[in-house]
């Protein structure tokens, strides 16, 4: 019997190869019918025997291309056409688009095989691609994704690409960015004042600058980076001081898998993220010794590699000498990553000696992605490039919700239908240029997702940048989220939980509404709202701010709380090398209570803990006293852990430090080391959490832990907890998909606001 059946497709089904399988999948059955992009996805309908549509139907969602992901599939059932054939027919422009674009895509190994071979027509050809990778987010102005609505829209394709794009059973069918020597973009390359050099091989003139030890500005897919011989230590050590970047670690590209092993312990797992198309930085342990430069990631157990992911890196590299090179931001500090060619002349000056630039737009900034591997899942550090715009999926649907985020690490995230979508990373709201990438990554979300938002979420923090937009946006609904609730609902929302968790939010600072800092808090929380429970003891922050640059200043404070004057006779090295001035004058100010806001920052104790261990007194970036606080814990051998007390405050608890830093004191006293202070101080964390979560336990009934905020990047905090929770029969979701820091706060403050009860569900 003949059966004709429609078939409509949503998910990632547009420039990623789906048609032509589609259509060679219905010719191999023999079926006859039609298919087309649609603003929704791609609707198709198959007519033929009725168990070959069965088998089309069984096989369609199993076999797909590599990129493609389908989130729902709907049937339904048609009156015979009597078609004798399979067509692709053009694209149809719905009124609503849903089609969700792909994340940009490292090259494929098709595509570098190519790239490599002299018999190739696109032999070394720079901007090579087919429908399995190369750009996709970074090019794209609107949707449906064609070639029209992206920066490739200038290069009209040769007759020969064209046979390709036009050709069903080519791997270049329908690429949007298909290309060559003859038709595509080109690189050349540029002096520091932006001047082209006279060359015929721009990129082979590159790698020589930088084998030379040059810094050359290379232009990527979601902006400039800026390169150095990773081995070169004056290279590296000019670059910082030209970036004026202290001592934040630099990533590496790495040659290749091999090279790379030589300077990182790589496992099964990481080299799956390491290949993957998304192509992130992992951070890697180190192994020492190593002939990358000290300078690349100073004082740290790890190093953040990843490997070549455009044709252009892979030539860079077939052409020099070098086995890894530094790939940073192209930019200065913390401002936003450069994308076009003159501007990256204009905002780069004495950065770069080079610029090796080319002609395709970059039209959407996208910094590379940070990763690690921890309990056998990956963990988001920085989610950008290669994983946006990839949504979350939601167990329901919210109303469109725009969350704007918070002041550091920022992203926003707009809700569509069961798809939550966050933002590139646009980073520290800080200057001008990062607020300005912020209005633009809001404005192109909006218009590639067709979503206008009835909501606006936000942090309660007066001050941050996106707070204060929020609040200037006029005739929309606006909902202030607390922080940590915010933290909570991201990690509820990647795990797909509904109801109520015990919610442990640990990090440096958010907005609490008794107008002090939290950060160390245990909440009682599902999506509408929350209840504090229990958080560390409050402290004073000498300083505000400063304090976060200085963590002596907190160790002093610490040290001032729980031993008074008496501090100053401690027998510890730490108070022996105070300049007792400068302590003074800030006792006052903690005494008087002026700028110094009272805190239960988690980051912070961590901060006292290294300052007072010797690790570090003051930081030059964010986390960097934490961070070597946990590596400083491979050298340790005491399994038992610091006091930490629990005091009932009301229907909660407090967490009382007092008896841990009198323990600590007697450790330095004694002459302990950092790596036993630090194990005893990740153990007292992990077991007063434990006790606490128990207690919740007995008292809400609740079994299910969520962990979140930016301390849960702490690999050792974040493990050890959870093993230890699970172990006691707890069910606990930890951070995947989107970061545990601030880069997920937008997730959370979305769902927040689109489950406060005055909103109802549509
Ligand atoms: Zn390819
Ligand atoms: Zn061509």
């Not at 050359?216 to 004056?234: I, M, R, S």
């Not at 990553?337 to 501007?343: F, G, T």
């Not at 737009?361 to 988001?380: K, T, Y």
């Not at 940048?465 to 607390?482: D, H, M, N, P, Y």
Request: glycine letters at 8%; charged letters at 25%.
């Amino acid at each position: 019997m003949e059966v004709r059946k429609g078939i409509e497709v949503a998910g990632i089904v547009q420039g990623v190869g789906f048609r032509p399988y589609v259509y060679r999948l219905a010719r191999e059955l023999g079926l006859a019918g039609l298919i087309s992009n649609t603003a929704a996805g791609v609707a198709m309908e198959v007519e033929g025997p009725a168990a070959s549509v069965e088998t089309f139907l069984r096989r369609l969602p199993r076999e797909l291309p590599p990129l493609a992901r389908i989130t729902s599939l709907a049937v339904r059932d048609l009156s015979c056409d009597h078609d004798t054939e399979f067509r692709i027919l053009p694209s149809r422009l719905g009124a609503e688009a849903r089609a969700l674009i792909s994340p940009d895509v490292a090259l494929c190994d098709d595509c570098l095989r190519e790239l490599l071979d002299p018999a190739d027509r696109r032999y070394r050809y720079p901007f090579i691609n087919c429908t399995n990778c190369g750009p996709r987010f970074t090019i794209v102005r609107e949707i449906p994704y064609d070639r029209p609505r992206t920066s490739m829209a200038v290069f009209p394709m040769c007759p020969a690409c064209q046979r390709e794009y036009d050709d069903p059973g080519n791997r270049r069918f329908h690429a949007q960015p298909n290309a060559c020597w003859d038709c595509g973009p080109r690189v050349e390359l540029w002096d520091a004042q932006g001047k082209r050099l006279e060359t015929a091989e721009p990129l082979v003139e590159a790698a020589a600058r930088l084998a030379s030890g040059a810094v050359v500005a290379v232009k990527g897919l979601g902006g400039f980076h800026l390169a150095a011989d990773a081995t070169n230590a004056a290279a590296v050590e000019a670059l910082r001081e030209r970036k004026r970047r202290v001592g934040k670690p630099f990533a590496i590209m790495v040659r290749d898998l091999a090279s790379l092993e030589q300077f990182c312990t790589v496992d099964d797992f990481a080299r799956g993220l390491l290949l993957g198309p998304e192509r992130p930085i992992v951070l890697l342990l180190k192994k020492q010794p190593s002939p990358i430069a000290e300078a690349v990631a100073p004082d740290i157990r790890e190093l953040g590699v990843f490997l070549p992911y455009t044709p252009l890196h892979h030539l860079l590299f077939a052409a020099g000498e070098f086995r890894a090179l530094v790939m940073t931001s192209g930019n200065l500090s913390e401002e936003p990553i450069a994308i076009d060619n003159r501007e990256a002349v204009a905002r780069l000056p004495g950065l770069a000696d080079f610029f090796l630039v080319h002609n395709r737009d970059i039209l959407r900034r996208a910094d590379d992605s940070v990763v690690r591997a921890s309990g056998g899942r990956v963990r988001q550090l920085r989610r950008s490039r290669g994983y946006v715009p990839v949504p979350v999926f939601l167990n329901e649907e919210p109303p469109p919700v725009l969350a704007v985020g918070g002041e550091l690490k920022n992203t926003i995230c707009l809700t569509k239908g069961r798809h939550a979508f966050l933002s590139q990373h646009i980073g520290d709201l800080e200057n001008l240029e990062s607020h300005r990438f912020f209005a633009e990554a809001i404005e192109h979300l909006e218009r590639v997702l067709q979503i206008e938002p009835q909501v606006i979420a936000y942090d309660l923090h007066p001050d941050y940048f996106s707070t204060r937009w929020a609040l200037a946006q006029k005739g929309i609904e606006r909902v202030g989220v607390q922080h940590h609730h915010a933290h909570i609902a991201s990690c509820m929302a990647e795990n797909h939980l509904e109801g109520k968790v015990i919610g442990i939010a640990l990090d440096g600072t958010g907005y609490g509404p008794d107008g002090n800092v939290w950060g160390g808090e245990v909440l009682l929380a599902d999506y509408a709202s929350f209840e504090r429970a229990a958080h560390f003891a409050y402290v004073r922050m000498p300083g505000g701010a400063a304090a976060i640059h200085e963590p002596w200043r907190m160790a002093v404070s610490y040290l001032f709380q729980h031993f008074g004057e008496d501090f100053w006779e401690l027998p510890i090295g730490f108070v022996k090398q105070l300049d007792r001035r400068r302590t003074k004058t800030l006792l006052t100010i903690v005494e008087r209570g002026v700028n110094s806001p009272l805190t239960s920052s988690c980051g912070r104790l961590f901060d006292a803990v290294a300052a007072l261990a010797g690790i570090r007194q003051r930081v030059t970036y964010e986390a960097q006293a934490a961070i070597e606080l946990e590596a400083a814990i491979a050298s340790g051998d005491d399994d038992s852990a610091y006091p930490l007390e629990l005091v009932t405050e009301g229907d909660g608890w407090l967490i009382d430090t007092k008896p841990m830093f009198e323990a600590l004191v007697s450790d330095l006293a004694r002459g302990a080391s950092a790596g036993h202070i630090s194990r005893r101080f990740h153990n007292a964390l992990i077991e007063v959490f434990v006790r606490l979560v128990g207690l919740l336990r007995d008292r809400a009934g609740l079994a299910r832990v969520c962990l979140s905020g930016g301390t849960f990047q702490n690999v050792c905090l974040q493990e050890g907890l959870s093993a230890r929770l699970a172990a006691a029969g707890f069910e606990v979701s930890t951070h995947s998909e989107v970061p545990a820091g601030d880069g997920g706060l937008s997730l959370g403050q979305a769902m927040v606001a689109a489950r406060r009860p005055q909103r109802a569900f549509s």
